[in-house]
């Protein structure tokens, strides 16, 4: 019989723990339970509320405890970049804080005037994003960081606290743009940069490393499983293309969630000129891999609208709004730091729109479809430039989490990009979680067994382009985004 394994999934507006068996093959799964997530602002600083986060986990373990679990494994997986500094007594320092704070927003200019971007990417291949943990480390408080006995990453400090073990797991590890590719260790030059010692951070484990059992004094505390804790993929991406079914060798990933995460499977990283000058990441993923992808904002903006309606719709309701309402009425770059995390979506849209002289969306269809469309259109140009940098052209996108179930974006990708699309599964990144525990656990042989098992498990929804529908959008889309087009009203 199978054994039962927990993922816990925790993005950064939800999270969840999920119960899965092995059961005639498939993978059978189940919410157990589900909470909200979210910053807060304390000290002048959005924060993470971690200790919050730990009292949402163990509710959900005594859940499964009370569906008459007695014995789980149980693996982790977060959102990246971010980190807790824990003392000389074991404690956290202060609460994390959250990477769309504004407190990096110059700080990566600041440190590359001082170090060259071209040699941080030789020495990482990670892309350059403002809120990379190598900038946040930049500007933390230096008092609080001579006081840190060591630095975890969100995933890993919550296995540290359930575990008492503390390790750094490389995907999420590779994230904070200070792992050196050549070395495999945390670049020394980086960490000098930030006043950072090496030995601040836990050891380098690989994802499936088994951490160890939840601590006595939670059982004493909490009626729960008894647990063995695995260190998965603990970067939710890594998880996520871990549960993605891809077949063959060229085949891209979206992980469609609150970021849009595009990109290839590697097993070799791609850090030459044109990664460097189109901003690809090589984030190491599992079993030896690389996640080489571009960032993307994603389906924040949607949500962010959903909420300044003040939820008066559903998403599924806001994409059928957004099928009525003309696409393409307007171009977006969709990462441009206005959408970060503004006050209102709506009006920064809206302002983005005036300022650059084009319609302005009223409607909550409109507005819907000026994301879907625009979300669409940066696709289509990050394929075109996958493509271009790998010397080959990817055979099909197999799009994942929440967004594979927008079909409207869906089939808008796959006629802009020329390219079939497959949909699915939604729980991708729990999957993916759950399937390195399998492996650990000896109950599936290796990712490529994984991912058969996952086809054969959800049902994948196909998409194919519609030929010729939207003439040379694309590329009047790619002149904007060089802005060598002025765009106009009407």
């Known amino acids: 019989m199978s054994k039962t394994y927990v ?157 008492g073990n503390a390790v750094t797991e490389v995907t999420n590890a590779s994230t904070t743009q200070m792992l050196n590719l050549r070395e495999g260790l945390f670049d020394k030059d980086l960490l000098k940069k930030v006043h950072v010692d090496q030995n601040q951070f836990p050891r380098l484990v690989e994802s499936g490393t088994i951490l160890g059992n939840i601590r006595h004094a939670w059982h004493v505390k909490y009626d729960i499983p008894e647990t063995e804790v695995i260190t998965v993929a603990t970067h939710d991406t890594a998880s996520a293309v871990l549960g993605t079914p891809g077949i063959g060798d060229h085949w891209a990933f979206l992980s469609s969630g609150t970021w849009s995460l595009l990109g290839t499977e590697l097993n070799v990283p791609e850090i030459g000129d ?37 939820d008066q719709y559903s998403f599924a309701q806001l994409a059928e709004l957004a099928g009525q309402a003309k696409p393409f009425e307007q171009f977006i770059d969709v990462n441009d730091e206005s959408f970060i995390n503004p006050e209102n979506m709506i009006e920064a849209i809206q302002t983005y729109c005036q300022k650059t002289s084009q319609v302005v969306p009223q409607t909550p269809g409109e507005i819907a479809m000026a994301i879907y469309s625009n979300l669409a ?46 949909a699915g599964p939604s729980e991708a990144t729990a999957i993916g979680n759950l399937v390195v525990q399998m492996i650990t656990e000896n109950e599936i042989n ?27 959008i694309l590329k009047d889309y790619q002149d904007f985004l060089r802005g060598k087009i002025k765009v106009s009203e009407g």
């Not at 993923?285 to 389906?299: D, E, V």
């Open 7 to 163: 993922a816990v999934d925790i993005g950064a507006s939800s999270g969840r723990l999920m119960l899965s068996q092995i059961k005639d093959g498939k993978i059978d799964l189940q919410e157990v339970h589900r909470f909200n997530n979210g910053f807060k602002k304390a000290d002048g600083h959005d924060c993470w509320q971690i200790d919050q986060i730990l009292k949402e986990i163990f509710t959900g373990l005594k859940k499964v405890k009370q569906l008459g679990f007695n014995e789980i494994v149980l693996g982790i997986d977060t959102w990246a970049v971010d980190y807790v500094l824990v003392g000389m007594d074991g404690q956290k320092i202060q609460n994390p804080i959250s990477y769309r704070d504004a407190r990096t927003k110059d700080a990566l200019e600041k440190l590359t005037t001082d170090v060259p971007k071209s040699l941080i990417y030789k020495k990482t291949g990670i892309q350059f994003l403002n809120f990379n943990t190598l900038y946040q480390l930049y500007t933390e408080n230096k008092d609080e960081l001579k006081k840190t006995d060591k630095i975890m990453m969100i995933p890993d400090y919550i296995g540290y606290v359930l575990t």
């Open 274 to 310: 044109l990664a460097f000058e189109s901003n690809y990441t090589n984030e190491w993923g599992a079993y030896g891999t690389y996640r080489f992808l571009k960032n993307i904002m994603g389906l924040w903006m949607i949500q962010n609208v959903k909420h300044n309606l003040n």
């Open 377 to 422: 259109l940066y696709y289509a140009n990050e394929l075109e430039n996958l493509n271009n940098i790998l010397g080959y052209k990817l055979e099909a996108l197999n799009i994942v989490g929440g967004g594979s179930n927008v079909k409207l974006l869906n089939q808008l990708t796959s006629t802009l990009a020329d390219i079939p699309i497959f």
């Open 446 to 472: 290796n990712i490529a067994d994984a991912r058969e098992i996952i086809r054969n498990s959800y049902q994948i929804n196909e998409f194919h382009p519609e030929t010729n529908k939207y003439g040379d």
